[in-house]
């Protein structure tokens, strides 16, 4: 299901087994690198989470320009009401633009913690784009809220509206949480959410706690994860 790059997270475009690499935004000193991972076909896509705290250099995002790049946005831009601000759809827009300067596809969005459905579509109408695509959420930690999209309910829901970029590892941690077969889980949102768009890393699926860990050694079944 790929490799790490850097310790980075694999993603998978699953209808073209096409292979990704995910980089921050900032990460410009391995621009050059994913370049030529691109070049030598070890990947054919890079997924660039945006840092709204970091300055954005064309020319050192030329470096990756005729590639294909999605976009994550920040996690600071959910559809959560008590942090939606007109500072967060500024930051909003320069997620939308980085989009548009690499004709990106996708962009990958969390859709909030304390959400409902119906609170979710009020946010979604004001910072929609056909080229959203909502990932599914893991667990809280003790100190957080819940998460919306955790429960396959939601997640179907949201599918009506979006597609899903569907976290494999996220998905292990809400079965978890949920106390539920994470196989069955799994199986159960692939064949009612029909993603296409994968993120894959590891984690310890006794615990719910989310954590984008390496595959090796992880606890997950990923031989069984590949054969799904």
């Known amino acids: 299901m790929g490799r790490k790059l850097h310790g980075a997270e694999d993603i998978r475009l699953i209808a073209m087994l096409n292979y990704g690499l995910k980089l921050w935004s900032n990460n410009i000193d391995l621009f050059s690198s994913a370049r030529a991972a691109f070049e030598q076909k070890r990947i054919d896509l890079v997924e660039l989470y945006f840092n709204p705290k970091a300055d954005l250099v064309a020319s050192e995002y030329a470096l990756l320009k005729g ?23 500024n930051i909003w827009h320069r997620i939308t633009a980085l989009a548009d300067f690499f004709d990106s596809s996708v962009i990958v969005v969390h859709p909030g913690r304390g959400n409902t459905f119906m609170t979710f579509q009020k ?24 998460m919306f999209a955790t429960k396959v309910e939601d997640l179907k ?38 993603p296409n768009y994968f993120h894959v890393s590891g984690g310890d699926p006794e615990s719910f706690i989310d954590e984008h860990n390496d595959l090796e050694g992880c606890g997950m079944d990923i031989k069984w994860m590949k054969e799904k």
């Open 67 to 89: 590639m294909p790049v999605t976009i994550h946005a920040t996690h600071d831009v959910t559809f959560h009401e008590s942090t939606y601000s007109g500072a967060q759809m």
């Open 123 to 146: 946010q979604l109408r004001e910072m929609d784009d056909p080229r959203i695509h909502i990932e599914n959420m893991a667990a809280p930690t003790e100190s957080e809220y819940p």
């Open 157 to 194: 829901k949201i599918r009506t509206i979006k597609p899903i970029c569907f976290d494999l590892e996220k998905a292990v941690k809400a079965a978890k949480y949920l106390k539920l077969d994470y196989k069955e889980y799994i199986s159960e949102c692939i064949e009612s959410l029909t």
